[in-house]
Nanobody, 128 residues
Framework: VQLQASGGGLVQAGDSLRLSCAAS????????MVWFRQAPGKERDFVTA????????YYTDSVKGRFTISRDNAKNTVYLQMDSLKPEDTAVYYC??????????????????????WGKGTQVTVSS
């Protein structure tokens, strides 16, 4: 079972990036998918989550209106569109999954301990 995040890079403030997280080894269409991020010297923080159908999303306040999570279950892939990037968005971004999560109540997914699967992360650096 693997989650592979990609799409990170070095951009300027105000730019956009789209991260992808491709799943392999099992079908993730019944899983909730989550993005976390970790800045140097800080804890891994919740960014956003999406339910198994893609009909419900949940964002941390600092990215609302700028980031958009989506998924394509046919491709076993989840995306994170990041617009209007800020230097404080600089971090390693990790995708994660909670297996067979059919609830639309996504708030509990802001906890790293709830995750069943993790990807290795992709670096996003935003310069001012």
């Amino acid at each position: 079972v693997q989650l592979q995040a990609s799409g990170g890079g070095l951009v300027q403030a105000g730019d956009s990036l789209r991260l992808s997280c491709a799943a392999s080894g099992r079908t993730f269409s019944s899983d909730a998918m989550v993005w976390f991020r970790q800045a140097p010297g800080k804890e891994r923080d919740f960014v956003t989550a999406i339910n198994w159908t893609g009909s419900k999303t949940y964002y941390t306040d600092s990215v609302k209106g700028r980031f958009t999570i989506s998924r394509d279950n046919a491709k076993n892939t989840v995306y994170l569109q990041m617009d209007s990037l800020k230097p404080e968005d600089t971090a390693v971004y990790y995708c994660a999954a909670v297996g067979n999560y059919y609830s639309d109540y996504l708030t509990p997914l802001n906890n790293t301990r709830v995750m069943d699967y993790w990807g290795k992360g992709t670096q996003v650096t935003v310069s001012s």
